[in-house]
């Protein structure tokens, strides 16, 4: 099983409010699930070829495609 990390971060009003409108209309989404799709996205798109990030990479892929198909994070 995935260790999972709490974080807390500040955001422009204007985005929580974004956030928080596209949640209202997608409730099978929540704000967990919507930032753990972001984070990964942003990662793989910005990856360099450093081998650490390259071993990621595939890691990353996976968190992505779980937080779309709202599989448990880790679970095949």
């Not at 099983?1 to 500040?10: G, Q, R, Y």
């Not at 070829?49 to 880790?74: C, M, T, V, W």
Request: negative net charge; aromatic residues 6%; glycine residues 2%.
């Amino acid at each position: 099983m995935d260790t999972t990390v709490s974080l807390l971060v500040e955001v422009p009003e204007i985005l929580h409010e974004s956030l928080q409108g596209y949640l209202e209309m997608r409730p099978d989404w929540d704000q967990d699930r919507v930032i753990t799709a972001a984070l990964s996205l942003f990662l793989l798109q910005n990856q360099t070829e450093a081998a650490p990030e390259k071993l990621n990479h595939r890691q990353a892929s996976r968190i992505y495609l779980d937080a779309l198909f709202k599989r448990p994070i880790g679970q095949n």
